[in-house]
Each structure stands twice: as C-alpha cells, then as structure tokens.
C-alpha cells in the first residue's frame, strides 16, 4: 500500500521558515518524481513544485521560486520543501504527490493527506 505522510505545517509569521517533510512508503521512492501542490483556502489547487527521481533537478512555480526549495532523500525515502520568506499569499493546504512516471507531466497517482501553513502575523 502507498502511503503519504506529511509533516512540518504550522503557523508562522510573514518572513519566517517551514520545511515540510513527506514520508513515502509502499514503493520504490528513487524511480518516481515526487511533486508539492497546495490549496489556498476557497481556491483550487496550485502545483508549486517538481523534483525528478534521483533529486538533480527541481522545477517551480513562479509564485515560490527564489523562496522555496524542493529536495528529497532517497535512502530515507522523504521528499521535503524548504520554504523561506513565506507570505500570507503562501497560506495552504500542501500536499506531497507522487507522480506515474520519472518525468515533471502532470500526472498523479497517490497524493498525501496535506499539512497546514498558516502564515499570519
């Protein structure tokens, strides 16, 4: 069974930090690219962030680039998303999602249960 875990949402102000974390289980994590979307409160959802199987490469969203950084851990099988300067704009639901193939296409197959950013001063 593949599982999803995610970790690391909380509230911070603007300006601050989070790194997210993501526990894959159930398949082998080094031979998918593994990706973060969020969803804003009332709106749909927004991917943010793409990494490829053996974590060389990473690609983001406009909105986050410059600010957040996406990586992962084969041997432990974790995806994390550091985020920096966050802005209330950046407040989500995050999700770690894994994807069907080894390439950045938008398609999906498991998606975690999500963790909470509030950003708020």
């Known amino acids: 069974e593949v599982t999803l875990v995610e970790s690391g949402g909380g509230l911070v102000q603007p300006g601050g930090s989070l790194r997210l974390s993501c526990v894959a289980s159930g398949f082998t994590f080094s031979q998918y690219a593994m990706t973060w979307v969020r969803q804003a409160p009332g709106k749909g959802l927004e991917w943010v962030s793409s990494?490829?199987?053996?974590?060389?490469?990473?690609n983001y969203a406009d909105s986050v680039k410059g600010r957040f950084t996406i990586s992962r851990g084969n041997a432990k099988a974790t995806l994390y998303l550091q985020m920096n300067n966050l802005k209330p704009d950046d407040t989500a639901e995050y999700f770690c999602v894994k994807s069907l193939g080894i390439s950045f296409s938008p398609e999906y197959d498991y998606w975690g249960q999500g963790t909470q950013v509030a950003v708020s001063s």
């Open positions: 990494i490829t199987p053996n974590g060389g490469s990473g």
